[in-house]
């Protein structure tokens, strides 16, 4: 009689007990690779080039934008430190509870981030994003943030302490979103005459 090997199926005219151990073990390894590949932040790996700190910057903005928390959050070490303006967020539950109330405010968001500066595990954004709230009121709001990464690649803090928001059209007239505020300018710019 062979031996069953846990790497090899047995063949189904075994006993019973042997196939279901097998597919037993089968159903876990495909569950925890997929776990590991949810969960695995995507590359690139610390420490950043130019062109990698450029890539990280363009997979966050296209993950922030799809408005997923659950999403977004497995991009962070399940005890990621963020601050973002006055509030403290501590780990990936938080995270996710902060970007669900984050989205259900800001309706219609829409990010863009450049990369400012990177080193090593760091990376310096600029961001602009627009969204309206449940008025239909459109906003844009602007600001920076500094991103620690872990050594798999996943962040281990985000800071944004300087996020400042404009209404950017007459919200006087929101019959028409496609109309932008003007803001006239008082006095002239250095070097017009």
């Known amino acids: 009689m062979a031996a069953i090997s846990p790497s090899t199926p047995?063949?189904?005219d075994r006993?019973?007990?042997y196939v279901s151990l097998w597919i037993c073990r089968e159903n876990q390894s495909k569950e925890k690779k997929l776990w590991q590949q949810q969960r695995r932040p995507p590359a690139p790996f610390p420490p950043f080039t130019r062109d990698s700190a450029m890539q990280k910057v363009r997979l966050a903005e296209d993950a922030w934008n799809t408005r997923d928390p659950a999403k977004v959050a497995l991009a962070y070490t399940i005890d990621s430190r963020w601050r973002n303006r006055s509030e403290f967020i501590n780990g990936r539950n938080e995270v996710i509870a902060f970007l669900s109330r984050k989205w259900a405010k800001e309706l219609d968001y829409r990010l863009i981030k450049e990369m400012w500066a990177f080193t090593g595990n760091r990376i310096a954004v600029r961001f602009a994003y627009e969204w309206h709230d449940d008025s239909d009121?459109?906003?844009r709001s602007y600001g920076n943030?500094?991103?620690e990464f872990s050594?798999?690649?996943s962040w281990f803090s985000r800071f944004c302490i300087n996020?400042?928001?404009f209404p950017f059209w007459d919200q006087s007239d929101t019959s028409d979103p496609s109309r932008r505020?003007?803001?006239k300018r008082s006095g002239r710019r250095s070097g017009s005459k």
């Open 163 to 165: 996020q400042l928001t």
């Open 15 to 17: 006993c019973n007990e």
């Open 10 to 12: 047995p063949r189904r």
């Open 151 to 153: 050594d798999d690649g």
């Open 137 to 139: 009121h459109w906003y």
């Open 145 to 147: 943030e500094n991103w």
């Open 181 to 183: 505020a003007t803001r």
